[in-house]
């Protein structure tokens, strides 16, 4: 079987004093599809890609492995949360829009049962001076 040797570009890119930088500002939320499914079919199965076995190789490999393994992980799981914030955005919207009429309604009630209190108010006064003539 035929073996890729990834030596010689590995160190330039490695040698890259910006390469640790660009991993950590890497834009793992938009991970194109190819190279999710490249991960996926072709590193995650091989038993070899795991960090224990490439510790014994290198452990900037190691670290490589572990970071291309949370990108796989984190792209799972934000296909899953991803639909889910999605809808939790539409129910707070329209949450925001019945606490607003809601609160519109309570206001309207307040102002009516003002309303109300001065009329109880108004009756009582004119019911005591009725009494006293």
């Known amino acids: 079987k ?31 599809p190819p190279i999710i499914k490249k991960i996926r079919n072709t590193y995650i199965p091989n038993p070899e890609f795991v960090p224990e076995k490439i510790r014994q190789a290198s452990n900037a490999a190691e670290g490589l492995c572990k970071w291309v393994r949370a990108i796989e992980a984190y792209d799972r799981v934000a296909k899953v949360v991803a639909p889910k914030k999605a809808a939790l955005a539409i129910a707070e919207s329209k949450f925001a829009e019945a606490q607003k009429s809601l609160n519109a309604k309570r206001a309207m009630l307040k102002e009516v049962q003002d309303k109300l209190q001065n009329l109880r108010d108004k009756f009582e006064r004119e019911h005591q001076e009725e009494g006293r003539s």
């Not at 073996?3 to 890497?26: H, T």
């Open 2 to 32: 035929k073996m890729d040797d990834f030596w010689k570009p590995s160190q330039k890119v490695l040698g890259d004093m910006k390469f640790l930088q660009s991993l950590r500002e890497y834009d793992k939320d938009n991970v194109s």
